[in-house]
């Protein structure tokens, strides 16, 4: 069946540091992709998504690049900040249009 | 324009108490998904409805479990007699057509706690 993987945190990142968080997925057909975060005792929010092959999804200084080759959709940033710190969830939505995701990478950035 | 409204944010209950979440959807969403999210894991699917209808309940544990959306007011999911391994931070989000290029909006969640 469908299924998301994404690395295991906590990532812990000095401030202007680059991230990457790895997401692979395994999907039938095309599903779209997506990266939600959520701050501490918040609900989940759309950070940037891809709906087919070599599409690029950016936002506020994130980007992730829709890779069927190798089936991943990585997250980076040139440059975090500390009010980055949240945990970030990779998803695909499926022929459904259920959203499953992974587990979730926690960041944490310090000054 | 309120956001998807969750209410109550944290639920306590005992073993064998009923618990009951509500969602108010985005105004003019009427599909409504219920996830829940396991301590340190990702979102799970568990229903999808529509205004009065259930179409996909495939993520709902079979038994003590339900939800409804009714023609007025919120989506309901509904937990009876509530066991600890029931705890975990319900989120209901919303959508205008049902289909994620369209947008999924989230709430804040409801975290249930069981003692």
């Known amino acids: 069946g469908n299924s998301v993987t994404q690395m295991e945190g906590p990532v812990t990142l000095s401030e202007e540091a680059f991230l990457t968080i790895n997401c692979t997925y395994t999907a039938t057909g095309y599903p779209s992709l997506f990266w939600y975060v959520q701050y501490p005792g918040e609900g989940l929010q759309l950070l940037l998504k891809a709906t087919k092959a070599d599409d690029k999804g950016s936002n506020k200084g994130f980007e992730a690049t829709y890779r069927k080759e190798t089936t991943s959709f990585h997250l980076e940033k040139g440059s975090v900040q500390v009010s980055d710190s949240a945990v970030y969830f990779c998803a695909l939505s499926d022929q459904t249009d259920k959203l499953i995701f992974g587990t979730g990478t926690r960041l944490q950035v310090f000054p | 324009n309120a956001g998807v409204m969750q209410n109550p944010r944290h639920l306590v209950r005992r073993r064998g108490q009923e618990a009951r979440l509500r969602c108010s959807p985005m105004?003019?969403?009427?599909?409504v998904y219920w996830y829940r999210q396991l301590p340190e894991e990702g979102l799970k699917f568990m229903v999808y409805?529509?205004?009065?209808?259930?179409?996909?309940e495939s993520g709902m544990p079979k038994e003590r479990f339900s939800a409804e959306f009714p023609k007025e007011g919120p989506s309901i999911l509904r937990i009876q007699q509530v066991v600890r391994g029931d705890s975990a931070a319900y989120f209901c989000?919303?959508?205008?057509?049902?289909?994620?290029?369209?947008?999924?909006?989230f709430g804040s969640g409801t975290r249930l706690t069981v003692v």
């Open positions: 409805l529509q205004k009065e209808n259930i179409i996909d």
């Open positions: 105004k003019g969403h009427s599909h």
């Open positions: 989000a919303s959508s205008p057509t049902g289909r994620e290029e369209y947008g999924y909006t």
